[in-house]
């Protein structure tokens, strides 16, 4: 009798080479981790979509991707349900991927654009297959881009509900939003275990109704080779160079950000102070925004300085040139690659008081809070920045060195052997 490797198949809902999101990322960086480790054989299956034009009949393309990585062109989504309308496509394309590689594991790092109905499908075909689905924001919960944020003023979204849904939507009823709640709730259930980044998103999906104890929690894990260096101060400076980097979206509060910046008094911000942004996707958002942050903008002036969309690979570069970090977001975020990537480079953060944020970013200890969505309470903490000199060496030392993708992967390995001993299956163990 032989023994396999560990077969693993991560599915995301994107390839880096297309989108660069921390989701795409993290799976990427899961998949790779895998593989470094011995007795495992992981395959990496990403959805494409629009621009990207598919090869023919089958949604499966070959866009000369390394070996075991494979692109699955899926575009007849229903963003309401998280559904996938073209399920011949699923049964026929996607399910012939899975046949093929028949793998012990199935973990699924995002559905989005794929469909809950892949997990249907999994489940049918492969029923001793591990299934593990990681959550990255409450998309499943919130019809509101997963952002648990009200629709009419922004305001938190604390708890869901179909009627609390129908206020943020009135053009749907509450009893369509019990189906989606139901059908989305009820699909998830197919998987054998979840996993997030964050113990405050798990408390979220636990109040939604899913049981905490097939939960657990694991940092995505980063794929950087060596720390940016502190930056190198000339003669009579401070450490005064802020960073933002993310989309520009209404919910990552870069309006607050600017406002702030533009209010600091003249006599704290002094001449070597600078606000560095490294993010796009503003021309995307709505105009009543776009005016918006161009007033803000100008309130700022010289103090605020644009350098347009960032490649990951470029962070360590980048993360030279500045001291700090600001993650100002409205909505509760989960964890943003962000942290992770500023945390190893030892540059402390201030953040908004809530969430996945408030929950890696200690206040005082490896960075500052501030209340979300103020201002005033930002160009407090901005000003602590700085006036206080010993600061940003004091939250410095506070900084704990965040995991790499293969101590990552080792502890998702962990997992994956901890459900099989549990459901009394050994996938390690099949005879060829």
């Not at 001793?128 to 919130?142: G, N, Q």
Request: glycine share 6%; with cysteine; aromatic share 10%.
């Amino acid at each position: 009798m032989t023994y396999h490797p560990l077969r693993v198949l991560v599915v995301s809902h994107g390839h880096p080479s297309f989108s660069l999101g921390g989701a795409e990322v993290a799976s990427y960086n899961l998949h790779k981790g895998l593989n470094a480790l011995e007795e495992v054989n992981s395959r990496f299956l990403a959805r494409v979509g629009h621009p990207v034009v598919r090869h023919g009949r089958t949604a499966l393309l070959s866009l000369r991707q390394k070996e075991g990585e494979i692109l699955y062109h899926a575009d007849d989504y229903d963003h309401f349900f998280l559904s996938n309308r073209n399920t011949e496509e699923i049964e026929r394309d996607f399910m012939r991927v899975v046949l093929d590689l028949k793998p012990d594991v199935i973990h699924f790092h995002h559905f989005i654009g794929l469909g809950l109905e892949c997990l249907y499908a999994v489940r049918k075909a492969l029923p001793d297959a591990v299934i593990v689905v990681t959550f990255h924001e409450f998309l499943s919960i919130c019809h509101h881009h997963g952002q648990m944020v009200k629709t009419r003023n922004n305001n938190l979204c604390r708890q869901a509900s179909p009627a609390d849904c129908n206020a943020c939507f009135p053009d749907i009823s509450p009893a369509r939003f019990l189906r989606r709640e139901n059908f989305v709730r009820g699909l998830l259930e197919l998987a054998d275990h979840f996993v997030s980044p964050s113990h405050f998103l798990v408390d979220r999906y636990v109040d939604w109704g899913l049981d905490r104890s097939r939960f657990t929690v694991i940092e995505n894990g980063l794929d950087i080779a060596e720390p940016a260096p502190p930056r190198v101060l000339a003669p009579g400076t401070r450490r005064a160079r802020f960073a933002y980097f993310g989309q520009i979206t209404s919910f990552k509060g870069v309006d607050v950000l600017l406002d702030a910046v533009a209010r600091i008094p003249e006599a704290v911000w002094g001449d070597d102070a600078q606000l560095m942004i490294f993010g796009g996707n503003l021309e995307r958002q709505p105009e009543a925004y776009q005016q918006k942050i161009g007033k803000l903008i100008e309130q700022a002036g010289p103090r605020a300085r644009f350098y347009g969309a960032y490649q990951n690979v470029e962070m360590p570069r980048l993360m030279q040139s500045i001291d700090w970090t600001i993650i100002p977001s409205i909505w509760w975020e989960n964890s943003p690659i962000v942290i992770q990537e500023s945390f190893f480079h030892g540059r402390p953060m201030i953040c908004s008081n809530i969430g996945g944020m408030a929950e890696k970013i200690t206040d005082g200890v490896n960075g500052l809070h501030f209340r979300a969505g103020s201002s005033e309470d930002l160009i407090d903490r901005m000003t602590e920045a700085l006036t206080k000199p010993d600061l940003w060496d004091q939250l410095r030392t506070g900084i704990q060195k965040p995991i790499d993708y293969r101590m990552s992967a080792q502890k998702h390995l962990d997992l994956y052997y901890t459900i099989a001993t549990n459901r009394d299956v050994t996938p390690a163990a099949r005879s060829a």
